[in-house]
């Protein structure tokens, strides 16, 4: 949001009427300082997990309301849809990163957490970037990590029935 606001404001990009709302002091003040305290959060062992468990909540309702600003008017039926699906898309990236994160904290040494959450920062900035100048080929990489998303779940879910589900019979 605070980059949002920050291309409205420095005019790099110019908004519809509806994100006109991230345009303000308060907005962007307040997105600033809570990525500062986000950057730092995520650079501590645990304190990240905690951070994201957190989030949990946060992520997918900004998802949904933030599609359902981009929609503008409707019908009710497409605003929920429209809402459900912002809230999905968020919500499998924050279970991304959150899992992500278990994963590195589990391991013995620092470094990899550090280089998760210095790569996150930078594909931020990157893909916000990329939002505002090419809005296409950001559409376009947000839909390849959703596909990876879905088929990575699908095959940890796999490899956790293979692991823990009921032994198979042996035709014998």
Known sequence: MALLGLASRYDWVALPP????????WIIGTALFLYTV????????????AWDTLHTFIRPLGGALIALTALGDSSPFVETM???LGG??????????????????ASPEPFSNWFISIVEDVFVVALGYLALKYPIAALTVVALLLA????????????????????QAVAG
């Open 88 to 105: 999905t898309v968020a919500a499998s990236t924050h279970f991304t990163k959150a899992g992500t994160r278990v994963v590195a904290n």
């Open 38 to 49: 986000e950057f730092f959060a995520d650079k501590v062992p645990w304190l990240d997990s």
């Open 82 to 84: 429209v809402a459900l």
């Open 148 to 167: 990876v998303i879905t088929l990575s779940a699908v095959w940890i879910v796999r490899a956790l029935r293979r692991r823990f589900g009921k032994p």
């Open 18 to 25: 509806q994100y006109q709302v991230f345009d303000n002091n």
